[in-house]
């Protein structure tokens, strides 16, 4: 694509779960599992029939991990929820490191950037205590902070305002192709993260904005 004819992109709106962090490792299902005393298929079947209302901050982590024990027929002590809780934002923390870098040539190149996510409140307290470079981003649109969650229409409006950018030179970049339909649906352009090579690869092809490196 010749260089006038590229999309122009002035913000570049990244998700966090898949995208700047690691997929979880099955192993933490597997510690969840034994920690709840019930089986990995439950753990996981139970872990996303109320995952969003977590990430919109209507439950909390421990009414979150009740409603799990009420769907599974197992009750769990304050002990076991909160050796729950602790696994499973351990299960998110893994950072994508290239990612990272991508982020810092975007604002050396004078590109707003933000964090959009679903997100619960027990990751992001530990994300804020944990991850200096959090405060590098333009800013931050959280679900459980504005009770909205993605694909819905108000998370994007939200970043966007937070952003002060024209939806349609705003790029989001998201795991899921629903986020990404929502995205669009709000007037931005989207890419579905599967690989930092796929990722490159789509940007080169029609965007103006630096290009990811492929290790750091």
């Known amino acids: 694509m010749a260089e006038n004819s590229r999309i122009l992109i002035d913000a570049v709106i990244f998700d966090y779960g898949e995208v700047l962090s690691e997929r979880a490792d099955p192993v933490h299902i597997a510690n969840m ?40 027929g197992a009750p769990f ?13 351990k299960s998110w923390s893994r950072i994508r490191k290239p990612m990272l870098a991508w982020l810092d040539k975007l604002q050396r ?29 333009t800013c931050q649109t959280y679900s459980c ?22 939806a349609g ?17 709000a007037g931005m352009h989207g890419i579905v993260f599967k690989s930092l090579e796929s990722l490159r690869d789509e940007l080169a092809r029609g965007y103006n904005v630096p290009l990811p490196d492929l290790v750091t």
């Open 145 to 166: 902070e504005i009770g909205a969650v993605k694909p819905e229409e108000k998370i994007y409006r939200h970043v966007l305002n937070n952003l002060a950018v024209p």
């Open 33 to 72: 599992a034994r920690i709840a005393g019930i089986g990995e298929q439950a753990v996981t079947q139970f872990y996303w029939k109320f995952r969003d209302e977590y990430d919109r901050g209507t439950f909390d982590g421990q009414s979150y991990w009740a409603a799990i024990a009420e769907a599974a």
């Open 109 to 137: 190149a004078g590109i707003k950037t933000a964090v959009l996510s679903n997100m619960m409140t027990d990751l992001l307290a530990h994300m804020r205590q944990e991850f200096d470079w959090l405060n590098a981003f």
């Open 169 to 185: 030179r705003a790029l989001f970049v998201d795991d899921r192709e629903i986020n990404i339909q929502g995205a669009r649906a």
């Open 77 to 89: 002590s304050g002990d076991q929820i909160s050796a729950l809780i602790q696994e499973d934002v």
